[in-house]
């Protein structure tokens, strides 16, 4: 047995379950549901992989679900991951009547997830590898409805608000050596880009206390807690030049309230925001700036003020050779030249916590168009978005486990993790807290 016969053997199963998968896609598509809340779409999940034979654990995390292909193998085991979730956008043209809309395509990944598990479990590759595949549908990627997730909290249903941070919380990756997802993104005529880098973050609630008073004729007997919100808000204008070109640095805040009544002074604001960026020393630090930042408004007008510290997600880091192998595996299915290597992300994805624990793979894959979480976006080739890179996951697979797990341990042997289970969880803690500081007396 060859590699080649292996992936020739995966490929034409999964030509040949084509409608089944994408029709698991659609039909996820059309059922969105917000994180920690995908009861149905991991039904699907289950439903499919039970179709398999395969024993399925669920829930894992309030939803999501996780099968092992081949639970008797020893030997290195490979995670392969999709996410649940879908997003929030009003004007898309297919989202439901409250406006949840795959608008970041998870129900593409799901797709392929399925692809490459059926595959892998109908085409008898399995007893020619070398170690372990295990399946994951994880819930919660997007870092949304903080008010449920915190409620979920103080219910003791979870600890972190991402589904994958959870997960890591709960021991599911202390088995896993290695994690592999993909996730969709419009690169024009492209097919995949590898290796892309990401920012992390950290989450906040501000809420400003002050002390009410009749706007037209008292407003000396009052503290204005807007206008503390107002003067964080420019205080943390004025740090913007303090940040290093190279921490791609993003500080976004929104009041959430801004008082209650206009001819009363506003005595209750409050404010979101995330800070973003490339390091977690370059989170640190402008957080750091932010808090000083938002307490300085306070100061200045007489008000108290309550920051609460939510831990966000860690950058994406990459492993070379997996991408690499992915690379290669996408070229070979005939798209040579057609694979963009490295890219830069501002933006945040909870994948990046797994990418400080082990090596992690997470290509962006065409066949989209529009840009993720907007009206625009939509599947417009099903067989580049989902089919190929099932193929291209499963192909990737037998790579790393294929003649005594050869490859998956030459990863392992020259990776060394910047944190493990332990040490991620006293970060995350750490950062969980609540800043507060009184002014009134
Ligand atoms: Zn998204
Ligand atoms: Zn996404």
């Known amino acids: 047995m060859t590699i080649k016969t292996l992936k020739e053997r995966v490929a034409r199963a999964i030509d040949e379950h084509s409608e089944q998968i994408l029709e698991a896609s659609r039909k996820i598509f059309s059922q969105p549901e917000l994180g920690y809340k995908e009861h149905h779409t991991t039904q699907i999940a289950i439903d499919l992989f039970e179709s398999l034979g395969l024993e399925v654990e669920s829930p894992i995390a309030v939803t999501g679900c996780r099968t092992v292909l081949n639970p008797q193998q020893s030997g290195p085991s490979v995670a392969i991951l ?10 898309h043209p297919l989202a439901d009547p409250s406006g949840v809309v795959h608008a970041c395509g998870h129900n593409i990944q799901m797709g392929g997830l399925f692809g ?21 549908t994880t819930p919660a990627e997007e870092f949304v409805e903080l008010e449920y997730r915190q409620q979920l909290r103080e219910a003791g249903e979870i600890e972190f608000f991402g589904g994958k941070q959870e997960l890591i919380r709960r021991g599911y990756f202390e088995d896993i050596d290695i994690s592999m997802m993909f996730h969709a993104l419009d690169l024009g005529e492209k097919a995949a880009l590898v290796g892309p880098v990401s920012n992390g973050f950290i989450g906040k609630k501000v809420r400003y206390i002050g002390k009410s008073s009749h706007a037209g004729s008292a407003p000396e007997e009052g503290i204005n807690a807007l206008n503390a919100a107002t003067l964080g808000m420019m205080n943390i204008q004025a740090q913007r030049e303090t940040f290093k070109d190279r921490d791609r640095v993003r500080v976004h805040p929104i009041i959430t309230k801004g008082g209650d009544i206009v001819n009363v002074i506003p005595s209750d604001v409050r404010m979101e925001a995330y800070v973003r960026a490339r390091t977690i020393e370059g989170m640190i630090d402008a957080n750091e700036k932010v808090n000083r930042a938002l307490k300085a408004g306070a100061y200045a007008v007489g ?17 070379d050779s997996l991408d690499e192998l992915f690379k290669q595996n996408v070229e070979a299915l005939g798209f040579a030249g057609e694979v963009i290597d490295g890219g830069d992300f501002t933006g945040s994805f909870d994948f990046g916590d797994l990418s400080h624990l082990m ?14 979480h907007t009206k625009e976006f939509a599947v417009i080739d099903e067989q580049k978005a989902i089919l190929m890179p099932a193929k291209a996951m499963a192909f990737t697979i037998i790579d790393l486990l294929f003649d005594h797990a050869a490859q998956a341990e030459a990863i392992l042997e020259s990776f060394t993790p910047l944190m493990n289970r332990e040490s991620y969880l006293q970060f995350m803690q750490q950062i969980s807290k609540t800043i507060s500081e009184r002014h009134m007396s």
Do not use: N
């Not at 399995?126 to 295990?134: K, N, P, Q």
């Open 82 to 91: 999709a996410e649940l979730d879908a997003i929030m956008v009003h004007e």
């Open 116 to 136: 490459a598990v059926i595959a892998l479990m109908v085409s008898g590759v399995l007893e020619h590898l070398d170690g372990r595949v295990v399946v994951m």
């Open 303 to 319: 008000a108290d003020i309550e920051i609460t510290e939510i831990p966000g997600y860690l950058p994406i880091l990459r492993t």
């Open 359 to 372: 090596p992690a793979l997470h290509p962006m894959i065409g066949g989209v168009r529009g840009a993720l």
